[in-house]
């Protein structure tokens, strides 16, 4: 069995650097360009009096053509919602939800799914990448359409939202969770899907994915807390921004830094408060540097900022006192989980981090379960002692998968849990062979890794080999 399983796994992974080399070879007037970006779409305006609306109602909705890539339709039908959401202030907002079934869907529960676009860029929308024909930009959000795939094999029903809302606010965690708690509220109501009356959910979110779900876990006993909630799913998490700035500034990562000050300066998020403090104390070429961060996707953000530290007064005059100015500081702080005990969350919560991640502080998130567990929380906390940040989000999918499966069926533990991991290779037949092409995919798609998944980016067939 061993020898042609891993027959299959090579001619997937064949088949699919095949097509991939076919589509990247086709010229620019060959390419798919039927789909209106997000400014220029006007599903994504809702209707004059919108304000009035309950969060979570849905204000439009549309089938469309879902597709991998942007090229390859996935099978599966698909449905996008405009629905009434909340920014920081308070005021109404609209964004969209974009909801997978699968032919042999389970009816009573459904999964919401926060991917990474980690951009404050409308282009990068999640909505928008899925649409057949749709350019993809935002490399981490088509990469993350492969997880989709797994969970929707699995029969699961899931939806992905826009959670950053419509100006594409990347950072501020808050309207991310309420981003997530309304698409569930929207999805719950969508009667196209024939789900059951109060079905289950389980939220899941790595990465910018976990600012999201992880927010939304801190979030929903306060704000939705009719929703019904079975557990949720978050690694990676950046639960505190400050040291996340830290960690990833001047390094190859540190374009996320302007992406997120272009993200939490917008009118949905702490721009009437923020703005006028970077205003003041921005330089041109820092300007420059931010004009990139609020209008382009992740991986040209990065390279645009490669190796860049924004402590330099090239950038802005305070120099290493930009993280103290108190406004500032305010903002970092209301964005930092695990830091008040009304926002623990109610739900069995699967939290899991490489002590090595190279761009989210792997002691943050330590600091955030041993909060809410002082806090009854029930969290179950999985360090993963080797590999990096990328890895960890492909290797602990088996674990994730588990988790929401026992969340389900009511039966995670009720209590706080820590567990350590040592392997950093992914084991296949946990999932089933018939995954197994979907997550050869994933595991080419992740071409953007760090230091700390060497091991996955030399040889990704050598180490499904090793699991054969």
């Known amino acids: 069995m061993a020898s042609s399983v891993a027959r299959m796994v090579r001619v997937a992974l064949v088949s699919f650097l095949a097509f991939t080399s076919i589509a990247s ?87 919401s799914f926060a991917t990474a676009y980690d951009s404050s860029a409308t282009k990068c929308q999640p909505s928008f990448a899925y649409q057949l024909g749709a350019p993809q930009d935002s490399l981490i959000a088509s990469v993350e359409f492969l997880i989709i795939q797994i969970y929707l094999a699995l029969g699961y029903v899931v939806a992905s939202p826009d959670y950053e809302g419509p100006e594409a606010a990347f950072g501020p965690g808050r309207l991310a969770g309420m981003g997530v708690l309304d698409n569930i509220r929207a999805v719950k109501s969508f009667k196209t899907l024939g789900l059951t009356d109060n079905p289950m959910v389980v939220g899941v979110g790595y990465s910018g994915g976990a600012i999201a779900t992880g927010w939304a876990a801190s979030l929903q006993p306060k704000y939705a807390s009719e929703l019904n909630i079975k557990g949720w799913v978050q690694g990676g998490t950046p639960s505190n921004l400050t040291g996340t700035l830290n960690l990833i500034n001047d390094s190859v990562f540190s374009g996320f830094v302007p992406a997120a000050i272009a993200g939490i300066t917008k009118p949905s998020a702490y721009g009437a408060e923020l703005k006028p403090v970077i205003e003041s104390i921005i330089t041109p070429e820092g300007q420059k540097v931010l004009d990139v961060g609020g209008s382009e996707c992740a991986v040209t953000a990065l390279a645009a900022f490669f190796e860049k530290n924004i402590f330099d007064t090239k950038y802005q005059t305070l120099g290493d006192r930009f993280i103290y100015e108190p406004t500032i500081q305010k903002v970092m702080k209301l964005n930092t989980m695990g830091v008040n005990q009304d926002e623990t969350p109610k739900a069995p919560t699967f939290v899991y981090h490489a002590t090595k991640d190279e761009i989210i502080p792997y002691g943050d998130a330590k600091s955030m379960v041993k909060s809410w567990c002082s806090w009854d929380a029930n969290v179950k906390f999985t360090t993963y002692a080797s590999g990096g940040h990328a890895t960890t989000e492909i290797v602990a999918i088996p674990d994730a998968i588990n988790f929401v499966k026992n969340a389900f069926a009511g039966t995670t533990k009720k209590r706080c849990t820590q567990n350590t991991e040592l392997g950093s290779i992914l084991n296949p037949l946990a999932l089933g062979v018939e995954l197994e092409p979907i997550l050869v995919k994933l595991i080419d798609g992740l071409i953007h890794l760090g230091d700390q998944d060497a091991n996955l980016k030399k040889d990704p067939v050598g180490v499904w080999k090793k699991t054969l």
């Open 25 to 111: 070879a086709l010229p620019a007037s060959q390419a798919i360009r039927t789909v209106q970006t997000p400014d220029d779409d006007p599903f994504y305006k809702p209707a004059a009096g919108f304000e009035s609306a309950a969060p979570g109602t849905i204000l439009a909705q549309r089938s469309i053509n879902a597709a991998i890539f942007g090229l390859i339709p996935n099978g599966v039908e698909a449905h996008q919602l405009l629905y009434r959401t909340t920014a920081i202030d308070g005021s109404a907002i609209a964004t969209v939800t974009t909801v997978f079934k699968p032919k042999k869907a389970k009816l009573d529960r459904f999964i």
